[in-house]
């Protein structure tokens, strides 16, 4: 049985659509507008953790609906968050620091693709990926490959938050 893609609460919500409404002045056309045409370059991670950042995106916040140039680049502004080191706040006191639980927990997410299937993340077909991740979240995982990062905690409290 194929495993079903991860779901959105609002898979119809499209917030762009709100551009010409009275819920957003100029100032917030401005903002939005500003994010989506100047994207930031890639500073934080190196070539192959952004490859595997960019491949959790499509499978975690597929854009099906928007043509690969329209597509967001939510890992850029992720990036950009962790080359700026902003945070939320936010910090589990047994949690490592933002900027290491991103570089172990993507480790960790490419050392389990390769120990279930011999292949990188990003090569693996959708629901490979999606089964993955199911898998992660439940707990199945090599606690060996994972150097202090809580599997569950990073897939929802880190990946899926920011």
């Known amino acids: 049985m194929a495993e079903e893609p991860f779901r959105t609460s609002y898979p119809r919500y499209d917030v762009l659509e709100k551009w010409d ?6 100032a917030t056309r401005r903002a939005v507008g ?3 045409h100047n994207v930031p370059p ?8 952004y490859a ?3 491949a959790l995106v499509e499978t975690v916040l597929p854009q099906p609906e928007r043509p690969p140039r329209e ?12 080359h700026d080191d902003r945070g939320n706040g936010t910090r589990f006191a047994d949690a ?3 900027r290491e639980a991103w570089r172990h927990g993507l480790a960790a997410i490419a050392a389990e693709a390769d120990r279930r299937h011999g292949r990188a993340f990003p090569d693996l ?3 490979q990926r999606t089964a993955l991740l199911k898998a992660i979240d439940a707990g199945d995982v090599d606690e060996a490959l994972w150097e202090g990062v809580k599997p569950r905690r990073f ?5 899926l938050k920011e």
């Open 71 to 82: 597509r967001i680049p939510v890992e850029a502004f992720i990036d950009g968050v962790l």
């Open 21 to 26: 409404s009275p819920s957003w002045n100029d």
């Open 155 to 159: 897939f929802r409290d880190v990946l």
């Open 52 to 54: 595997l950042l960019t």
């Open 125 to 127: 077909p959708g629901p």
């Open 42 to 49: 890639r500073r934080f991670f190196s070539e192959r953790e």
């Open 96 to 98: 490592l620091p933002q």
């Open 34 to 36: 500003d994010r989506l």
